[in-house]
């Protein structure tokens, strides 16, 4: 699934933003120079008005659907009754993009509102590879799945989480979306390095890449460590930043939006982080073709 539209090559040249519902309004009146805007289904399968002010917006903006509510790795399976919500959203919506986690969120049909470790196993592949076929199959279209932000490691792992993404890929041939941020704060969580992460990440298979904001935490732990917590609550950090500009080297120029999801700032701080994202991108592009020539 290269993306080779004019819509998908306007979201490579530009980045976009994550549309949280308080900034709705604003964005329909003002038509901010972002290039596409990645929406959270799930804020809009049950409001009519949100989702009538992102069908204006559709017609502006490349979109990108990012769910947070399909349990992909869940052993219960997919809830089929939200996979149809979803398809009907997406044939209205036409997005560019439909991604979500690799995690799990559903047990005995209980959303537990948290999107989960998986244990990186053989058994974890074959549950994850059939549920993604599922998905795939209901809603017509490509499912990107997106590298986790890791605090723990499960002692019944049997893969590391790259070796797991290598062996996802080959399974199913599915894209992946890149949380630069994750990678960051996992490398910082679990002890391995961030850069050589990007560097043996399944390169061929990057379909966009995500930027967000962390928040240092004390690592009950580990005394006087801290632990990076995936909050969406903060401007992207500068060692996230100089891991995209890597990122940008070793994957060339990805579709990139700007994730802000708790202590919203305003709609200006949060273009202003994705006019960063264009300049650090930018400027990465052009080391990679120097290094090329
Ligand atoms: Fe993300």
Request: proline letters at 5%; a negative charge.
């Amino acid at each position: 699934m290269a993306i080779t539209s004019d819509a998908g090559q306007h979201m490579v040249e530009r980045t976009g933003i994550g549309l949280r519902l308080p900034h709705i309004a604003e964005v329909v009146a003002t038509r901010p120079p972002v290039g596409w805007l990645e929406i959270h289904p799930e804020n809009f399968l049950a409001n009519p008005h949100a989702l009538e002010l992102l069908t204006d917006l559709a017609r502006d903006y490349p979109i990108s659907v990012h769910t947070v509510g399909i349990s992909i790795g869940s052993a219960d399976g997919i809830d089929r009754v939200h996979l149809r919500r979803l398809r009907a959203l997406i044939e209205r919506l036409n997005p560019v993009l439909v991604s979500g986690h690799l995690a799990w969120s559903t047990v005995d049909g209980t959303y537990l509102n948290d999107l989960l470790p998986l244990p990186y196993t053989v058994e974890t592949l074959r549950v994850v590879a059939t549920h993604l076929a599922e998905v795939q199959d209901v809603l017509g279209r490509a499912y990107v799945i997106e590298n986790p932000s890791t605090y723990v490691s499960l002692g019944t792992s049997t893969m590391t989480e790259l070796q797991f993404l290598h062996a996802l890929v080959n399974a199913t041939s599915c894209r992946l979306l890149c949380d630069v941020s994750n990678v960051h704060l996992s490398g910082h969580n679990m002890g391995y390095d961030a850069y050589r992460f990007i560097d043996e990440f399944p390169a061929e298979a990057v379909a966009e890449l995500h930027l967000g904001g962390f928040t240092a935490e004390d690592d009950e732990a580990t005394p006087g460590g801290t632990l990076l917590v995936d909050t969406h609550a903060h401007a992207v950090a500068e060692p996230a930043w100089q891991l995209y500009a890597h990122a940008i080297r070793r994957f060339g120029p990805q579709p990139t939006i700007v994730e802000w999801d708790n202590d919203l700032p305003t709609l200006a701080v949060l273009t202003g982080e994705a006019a960063k994202s264009d300049r650090v991108r930018g400027a990465s592009r052009e080391d990679r073709h120097a290094h090329a020539r």
